[in-house]
């Protein structure tokens, strides 16, 4: 399944739509990624607001 990026959280996704900010809006492409793993101890997750863990892009576009 092709994967989706939220282009309201950058968040990488294969649902219907985001799981994170429940928007549908899709960005058409990416720069760099970030692996969020444990949103609770990770220091880029606090400085970026992220408490839905998974895979982000760092800039849209
Ligand atoms: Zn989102």
Redesign the pocket.
């Known amino acids: 399944m092709k994967r989706k990026i ?6 990488f ?1 294969t649902e219907a ?7 549908e ?1 899709l960005a058409n492409g990416f720069k760099g990624r970030l692996h969020i793993l444990d949103s609770k101890t990770s220091h880029i997750a606090k400085e970026l607001e992220i408490t ?1 863990e998974g895979e982000y892009a760092i800039k849209l576009g």
């Open positions: 939220c282009k309201q959280c950058k968040l996704y739509q985001c799981p994170n900010c429940k928007s809006q839905y």
